[in-house]
């Protein structure tokens, strides 16, 4: 695990005193997402030492203000119904046009008159470019078509619903036919709403976590990475994250003594995080996280470049809400390592020390244990 600079944090221990509410957004209540969500609402009400109310309902406020813990990035219309203005009023994001909260907003349009979405920002692509995979987004097949034939020049290239996550939607291509095959099986109504994210794609892949969050008046930022597993339908699953966590922000990120590789991917995230807030109007977020990818382009050089964004509670969110846990008890802390893991199957084996968030059959993925712990504590010299 990387060291850090042991220095003190710039932001105190605070919490929102609002009682916490669990605001589900769609699907099934009984699914382990929502369950997830509301059993790390009910953490973060512990930890800021505030009331659990459940579920969001809309006279349950009696008057006061909430804080709100969403399963999704919420719209600027329901944002603004429910009161929320800024971070530190709720877990997750805010974004003003639903493409906004995919991965579409990571790459540029393939020419000045491909078709685009309203709102689309082209000044937020041009100022992530560096700091993003070479790609292209697209909104028609005709786009779509034109972006693959650049990209494929330079070898395999991988194929994304914009709004699917935990690598579902995806596909690799290797020619111009398997780019034919896989354009005729995606519905042409998602085009003109969703898009279509075409990228190159990468071999030998590390993929980095990188985030800042905020709970009250308490900030912490971390860099890790993701492992996967066996799902028990045997296919390959978000198994889980280990996370290198430090009192502060990217600024205090950056100050630690992080490898070479995790350093860089951290930078990258930082790069993509100021350019949202600089060119994404109505965005509001105490959660940013960035999911960055490090491996061989098709001609076996090194390429490391940000995904996508996390604007919303995510599959690290046990891990980050350990760490919260962990500096509030020890002032002394400077740095955590903490971990998050997901088991499929019914021979999870649970630490002593962790924390269980969900553990249950699911409808739809069925049995799934997810849980949390610290690994390493790291204190001031």
């Known amino acids: 695990m990387p060291q850090v600079s042991l220095t003190k944090d710039r932001a105190d221990d605070g919490a929102t005193a609002r009682p916490v509410v669990f605001l589900p957004t769609g699907g099934s209540s009984s699914d382990h997402r929502a369950l997830t969500t ?16 459940g579920a ?28 929320i203005v800024g971070p530190r009023d709720l877990f997750g994001g805010v974004v003003r046009f639903p493409f906004m909260a995919t991965k579409a907003i990571s790459h540029a349009l393939v020419s000045p008159d491909a078709a685009r979405v309203e709102g689309w920002q082209p000044a937020f692509t041009d100022a992530v470019r560096e700091a993003t995979l070479l790609g292209f987004t697209a909104f028609s097949r005709t786009d779509a078509l034109a972006a693959a034939a650049l990209l494929l020049e330079r070898g395999r290239v991988r194929l994304k619903a914009p709004a699917a996550d935990g690598g579902v939607g995806q596909s690799v291509v290797a020619d111009q036919r398997e780019f034919d095959e896989a354009l005729a099986a995606t519905d042409e ?48 699953a978000y198994g889980g994250s280990r996370l290198f966590v430090v009192r502060g922000g990217f600024a205090e990120l950056a100050g630690a003594r992080l490898a070479p590789l995790a ?14 807030n600089a060119h994404l109007p109505g965005l509001i977020a105490s959660r940013r996280n960035y999911d960055v990818a490090a491996g061989k382009d098709g001609r076996g050089m090194l390429r490391v ?42 021979r999870a084996q649970v630490p002593d020390d962790a924390v269980v968030y969900y553990q249950g059959d699911d409808p739809a993925v069925g049995r799934l244990t997810k849980y949390a712990l610290i690994e390493a504590r790291h204190h001031a010299l």
């Open 56 to 83: 969001h309902s809309e006279h349950m406020a009696g008057g006061r203000p909430l804080y709100f813990v969403p399963d999704s990035t919420l719209d600027a219309v329901l944002a603004e119904h429910l009161g």
């Open 189 to 236: 109504a998602d085009f003109g709403v969703h898009g279509l994210v075409i990228e190159e794609d990468l071999a030998d892949v590390t993929t980095f976590s990188v985030g800042e969050i905020r709970i009250g008046d308490a900030l912490i930022a971390y860099c890790g990475t993701q492992r996967t597993t066996l799902a028990n339908d045997h296919s390959i």
């Open 263 to 276: 350093l860089q991917a951290a930078s990258l995230a930082h790069l993509y995080d100021a350019a949202a």
């Open 38 to 53: 509301k059993e790390l609402a009910r953490r973060i009400a512990r930890l800021t030492g505030s009331e659990f109310l």
């Open 305 to 346: 470049g940000v995904l996508e964004q996390s604007w919303r509670l995510g599959g690290a969110s046990g891990a980050e809400i350990a760490a919260f846990e962990a500096f509030k008890a020890d002032p002394r802390l400077v740095a955590v390592e903490a971990a998050c893991v997901e088991v499929y199957g019914h």
